[in-house]
């Protein structure tokens, strides 16, 4: 069954056709609830809301672009909502660290994706929301602030100070590792 196909299935409201969405589309979508969400409950709420929300409007795809980018914003836009009921705080850390730390590059080399996305996730809210947003989503500081009810300066403050608190975090496996 090709996409189109499966799409127009779940415009007719086809469980099949859902189930199969959900099986290909899922797995990636709870990647991007993962890096949103505190833990993995929360993320499976935030995936089943935004799957129930994709069923929803699917019948507004307008098959032009990336169905899987239509899908990702959907499931997105979820995860800050979620996040907004939980009264999301941007908050200002001092971490009394130096201004531009030096992260030796062969540095990255030992890390891969999974160890680069706990560091994300033990990033504070705030950092982690925008960091995600901006890097990861590709959204810019203007969209970010809309979506989140902020000013674009938050936006680039929070980002500046999340890549600071990773570097800082590299730093400290770096000194570890050797």
Known sequence: MTE???IKGCIRQE????RLLFEKHGGKMMG???RYAQDSMEAEDMLQDGFIKVFQYINQFKF???FEGWIRRIIVNTAIRHLE????????????SPENPKVDPQAFMHLGEEDLLK???RLPEGYRIVFNLSVIEGYSHEE???????????????LVKARKMLQNQILQLQKIAV
């Open 144 to 158: 970010i602030a809309v979506m989140l009810n902020i000013q674009a300066g938050t936006s680039r403050s929070q």
């Open 4 to 6: 189109h196909e499966l």
């Open 64 to 66: 032009e672009g990336s």
């Open 15 to 18: 469980s099949t056709c859902q």
């Open 119 to 121: 560091l994300i996730s």
């Open 32 to 34: 991007v609830c993962m």
């Open 85 to 96: 009921r939980k009264k999301m705080v941007f908050k200002e850390i001092d971490d009394h």
